[in-house]
C-alpha cells in the first residue's frame, strides 16, 4: 500500500514565525488531507487537496502530485497552532486514507 | 448538528472483559471509520464501511468486529479486551471518501 513520511517529526517555533510541513507519498493519491490535533486530542480536518493550491486564513497548502509531496504553510503562528499535524493519502478508490506519523509542532510565546 | 459522537469517552477494563464503542454521525455521511492511535504510531485503520451494509477490515483488524447498524451508527466491538487494546479510538465519516470528521475520541485502557 501507499506510504505517508512526514518532516520534520518535531518543530519549535517562536510565536510570529513561519513554518514549512512536508508530506511525502510513495505512490499517485486520489485524496489528500491535512489534519490538526490539538492538546486535547480534537482532530480536526485542515484541507482537502489531491493537487493543487488552498489557503484558509493563515494556513495554506500545495499539493504537487506529479513529484508526490504536499506542504503545510503556517503563517505568523501562535500558540493555538500547536499540536500534532497529520497528512493521510489514498491512492485508489479500495483502500482508505493512510496516515503519516505527524509532525508535533510547539509554538512558544 | 453535532457531527460525530462517540461513547464512551473512557473506560477501563480487565483483561478478557468485552466491550462495544458506539459512534454515531448526523451528517448523513456515507463512509464510517475506526481508527486507533498509539503514541508515535499515528492513526491506523482498524475496520471501515463506505456505505450501509458493508464493513471491511483495515490494517489492524485483529480483536475487533465492527456492525453497521443504519447510515447513522458504526459500532466497534472487543469480544475478549488485551492490553494491547490499550489506546485511543476515533470514530470518523465522510462523504464519499472526502473530507473526514473525526469524533472526539474514546480512551480505553485495558489492564
Known amino acids: 500500500g501507499i506510504q505517508v513520511e512526514q518532516s520534520p517529526p518535531d518543530l519549535i517555533l517562536q510565536e510570529g514565525a513561519n513554518s514549512t510541513l512536508r508530506c511525502n507519498f510513495s505512490?499517485?493519491?486520489?485524496?489528500l488531507q491535512w489534519f490538526h490535533q490539538n492538546p486535547w486530542g480534537q482532530l480536526i480536518n485542515l484541507f482537502y487537496?489531491?493537487?493543487g493550491t488552498k489557503q484558509n486564513g493563515r494556513l495554506s497548502a500545495t499539493t504537487v502530485a506529479t513529484e508526490r509531496y504536499s506542504l503545510l504553510y503556517i503563517s505568523s503562528s501562535q500558540t493555538t497552532d500547536s499540536g500534532v499535524y497529520f497528512c493521510a493519502a489514498e491512492n485508489s478508490g479500495n483502500t482508505p486514507l493512510v496516515f503519516g506519523k505527524g509532525t508535533r509542532l510547539s509554538v512558544i510565546a | 448538528n453535532a457531527g460525530v459522537t462517540q461513547t464512551p469517552k473512557f473506560q477501563v477494563l480487565k483483561t478478557g472483559q468485552s466491550m462495544t464503542l458506539q459512534c454515531a454521525q448526523d451528517?448523513?455521511?456515507?463512509?464510517m471509520y475506526w481508527y486507533r492511535q498509539d503514541p508515535g504510531m499515528g492513526l491506523r485503520l482498524i475496520y471501515y464501511s463506505a456505505s450501509e451494509g458493508t464493513t471491511d477490515k483495515g490494517e489492524v483488524p485483529n480483536g475487533y468486529n465492527v456492525s453497521r447498524l443504519n447510515k447513522r451508527e458504526f459500532s466497534l466491538r472487543l469480544e475478549s479486551a488485551a492490553p494491547s487494546q490499550t489506546s485511543v479510538y476515533f470514530c470518523?465519516?465522510?462523504?464519499?471518501?472526502?473530507?473526514?470528521?473525526f469524533g472526539p475520541g474514546t480512551r480505553l485502557t485495558v489492564t
Open positions: 451528517m448523513n455521511h456515507n463512509s
Open positions: 505512490d499517485s493519491v486520489n485524496n
Open positions: 470518523a465519516s465522510s462523504r464519499d471518501r472526502v473530507e473526514q470528521y
Open positions: 487537496i489531491p493537487s
